[in-house]
């Protein structure tokens, strides 16, 4: 079953524009994960937020997670057309047995038009 | 450096046929997984393995089977292939599993006609 839903399915914005996508889940979780995923490539990792934290940055990456709403937002600022890719989220559910199995959302296609 | 790298990149079988997808990571990483993506649904867990010599299973484990005799290597194994498994398959390790992120291969294309 599909732990996360991912909002918009798409999101087509010219470059410099901010993106913003939100991701909610189910289930308590130990931490979210963001990864990219270029065109017929693998995932990438962009961040990962633990449970007991609201925000954190990285670069012009910034996420935040509402634990009481089981949702996060992934901010892209000042977009390129190099950030042209799907983005997942990601839940780990932690306990004993997690074991760092991830529960992936159905993803966000973001374009960023030159 | 090469991570985590996943063999054959693209494969057609006919149903009914079996084959093995091999992946190899070079980062010491206990934990492996075998995940598959499937247009509109994200991934899916389908087996993993938090050592060597140790494997269970995921969310659609059905299918498939995995062994994991040498630390780096994880194998998926599909025994008889059918159309159902058309799909592009990732594998992915971690050093911890638990609260660090996972390192993914390119993908394997499998088309079952």
Known sequence: ??????????????????????????????????????SG??????????????????GRLRVTLDTSKKSSSLLITASRAADTASYFCATDEGG??????????????????? | NAGV???????VLKTGQSMTLLCAQD???????????????GLRLI????????????EVPDGYNVSRLKKQNFLLGLESAAPSQTSVYFCASSLLGQGVEAFFGQGTRLTVV
Request: charged share 20%; with cysteine.
């Open chain 1, 1 to 38: 079953s599909q732990q996360g839903e991912e909002d918009p399915q798409a999101l087509s914005i010219q470059e410099g524009e901010n993106a913003t996508m939100n991701c909610s889940y189910k289930t308590s979780i130990n931490n979210l994960q963001w990864y990219r995923q270029n």
């Open chain 2, 5 to 11: 790298t996943q063999t054959p990149k693209f494969r």
């Open chain 1, 41 to 58: 490539r693998g995932l990438v990792h962009l961040i990962l937020i633990r449970s007991n934290e609201r925000e954190k940055h990285s």
């Open chain 2, 27 to 41: 980062m010491n990483h206990e934990y492996m997984y075998w995940y598959r993506q499937d247009p509109g649904m």
């Open chain 1, 96 to 114: 004993g047995t997690s074991y760092g199995k991830l529960t992936f959302g159905q993803g966000t296609i973001l374009t960023v038009h030159p």
């Open chain 2, 47 to 58: 087996h993993y393995s938090v050592g060597e010599g140790t494997t269970a299973k995921g």
